[in-house]
């Protein structure tokens, strides 16, 4: 993958290769995938007056393999999959990301299911060696400076989930599902008069639910509603002026979200596709 940006605070060049192997093994109540994967990015960031790096040319390299495993306890009724995958990039190191699924079906109209999960978000580039310039007075030419840091570690998010799938008959579905999202070590914009950097001293709590309708018109149309409620909740362990600015950001999230979406296969093997949101 190649990309090419020129904008006024930074002139971006980056190719990115990536390389991934699976492999699916049967042991009868046991079904098994593991893998693994490379991917190395390689770019070039041109300096600007607003923006610049402490190296403009970077290669970065990410390795990963995981493995998960589904076990049958009760064939066609009650399924238990746990798996993890581990990752080293040259950012942070190693990063270590568990799974784990349950679901139960009694019969063939109600599944019952939870899962628990980790996953991590390593810093970029422009968390760890990037020195950017925010004008706050463009008359006066006063200006802050936010450095990055290679003290920046990867964020965390522990991910709770339960759900529910009904199927009253076979053209009409109905799926709902909770969730609690627990944040960690969350990037937070610190400044120190003038200057500022990145800590790692930011959480934050999310939860909601989601409700989706699906229906089966004909063999050829399929029509679909949605809802969902997110609640999210900012905090950061530093000073009053810094976690009420952390806090904004709980309002860039939408609290309440619609959507209708349809499918139709038309004939000449021609598919139409619509989506609504709100």
Do not use: C
């Amino acid at each position: 993958d190649n990309v090419e940006r020129d904008i006024y605070f930074v002139r971006q060049r980056r190719h990115t290769y990536d390389l991934e192997l699976q492999n699916n093994l049967d042991f009868g109540r046991n079904q098994v995938i593991w893998g693994g994967g490379y991917r190395m990015i390689r770019d070039n960031l041109d300096s600007t007056e607003i923006m610049s790096f402490e190296k403009e040319n970077r290669t970065d390299y990410i390795y990963n393999i995981f493995a998960q495993n589904q076990f049958s306890i009760l064939p066609e009724k009650l399924n238990f999959s746990f798996g993890a995958k581990l990752e080293y990039n040259n950012y942070t190191d190693s990063e270590f990301q568990p799974n784990a699924r349950i679901a139960w079906t009694p019969n063939s109209e109600h599944t019952i299911w939870s899962a628990v999960s980790v996953a991590k978000r390593m810093p970029s580039r422009s968390e760890r060696d990037v020195e950017l310039k925010i004008s706050y007075n463009s008359l006066a030419g006063d200006f802050v400076t936010r450095n990055g840091t290679d003290e920046a570690d990867s964020e965390t998010v522990t991910a709770y989930e339960i759900g529910y799938r009904l199927l009253p008959t076979k053209n009409f579905l109905v799926d709902l599902t909770a969730f609690y999202n627990d944040y960690d070590d969350l990037l937070v914009d610190e400044f120190t008069g003038v200057t500022g950097s990145f800590t790692n001293d930011g959480r934050a709590e999310a939860y909601g639910f989601e409700i989706f309708l699906e229906n089966y018109l004909t063999n050829n149309i399929e029509l679909g509603a949605g809802y969902t409620f997110l609640d999210v909740r900012l905090e950061a362990d530093s000073t009053q002026a810094v976690e009420n600015l952390f806090r904004q950001s709980e309002d860039t999230s939408p609290q309440h979200q619609f959507n209708l979406r349809t499918h139709i296969v038309l004939p000449l093997s021609l598919e139409f596709d619509g989506h609504l949101y709100y």
